[in-house]
């Protein structure tokens, strides 16, 4: 493989978003199962993870499996299932070696017991580590995230009492899956569609975006740095002037 150097950046994302899209195309155009493309996938997130890790970027969130996907076919589901369980096994020494802070973000009620149990343990063996912290949504879904707040919030509500319109937004925040994370800076979608697919909307409002054309197992250290190096020359406003930044 080419050996590529890291640049060095002025101004880097805090926490990256990645929806990592495109596996299926990538194996049809060469000749493989989507199974074999979804592995392939995983080898681009540990290039990218190790890349970002390097680079002292703080969070990284991958889209792994959203809540629509559980439509698949019932062998790509129970495939990529497999695929998270057997890459957590593998990796398990690792993240630890690495002091990767790992964390699951999503509705797990339909993964397999084996799988949830691994990703159980992998979150406990790593909690107390906090420079690097790799977040993979799985069964996740914005909106039902958002709802599942909502609930938390009407529960809590209805045991200790108090009126709706005390509700704020730090309330909401402080009941999605993601509390403890920071809002995304950049999230970047492969394969050249060019949406969000229920990925992050509470936490991207003021996310800058990169659509990249490259299917995910085909996104490599340079395309990595040169949406990072894109990132650089944005100006985010957040709704203000530039002269008040
Ligand atoms: C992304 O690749 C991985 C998952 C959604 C699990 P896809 O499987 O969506 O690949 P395409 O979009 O069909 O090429
Ligand atoms: C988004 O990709 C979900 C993940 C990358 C895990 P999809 O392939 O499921 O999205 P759509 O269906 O093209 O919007
Ligand atoms: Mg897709």
Redesign the pocket.
């Known amino acids: 493989m080419k050996k590529v150097s890291t640049p060095s950046f002025t101004k880097l994302p805090r926490h990256i978003g990645l ?3 495109g596996n299926g195309r990538w194996a049809k155009g060469s000749g493989l199962t989507r199974l074999q493309g979804h592995k392939r996938g995983r080898k681009t997130l540990q290039l990218i993870g190790e890349e970002a890790q390097r680079l002292g970027i703080q969070y990284l969130t991958a ?4 809540s ?2 559980w439509l698949r076919p019932k062998d790509e589901v129970f495939g990529l299932m497999t695929l998270l369980r057997e890459s957590l096994q593998r990796e398990f020494d690792k993240f630890t070696e690495r002091k990767i802070r790992i964390r699951f973000i999503g509705d797990f009620s339909k993964v397999p017991d084996k799988t949830l149990t691994i990703m159980k343990k992998a979150e406990e063996q790593t909690r107390d580590f906090d420079r690097f912290h790799l977040t993979l949504a799985i069964g996740y879904g914005g909106r039902q995230e958002i709802t599942h707040a909502v609930q938390k919030l009407l529960e809590k509500m209805h045991k200790d009492g108090g009126s709706p319109s005390d509700i704020n937004e730090a309330d909401i925040q402080a009941n999605l899956y993601t509390h403890d994370l920071p809002d995304v800076d950049l999230i970047i979608r492969t394969s050249g ?1 060019q ?1 969000l ?1 229920n ?1 992050l909307p509470w936490q991207s409002v003021y996310s800058e975006i990169s659509f990249v054309q490259k299917p995910w197992p085909a996104f490599g250290l340079e395309d990595f740095h040169r949406v990072l190096a894109d990132f650089q020359n944005r100006e985010r406003r957040y709704g203000k002037i530039s002269e008040q930044l």
Do not use: V
């Open positions: 929806i990592m899209d889209y792994a499996f959203s629509e996907n569609e949406r697919s990925f």
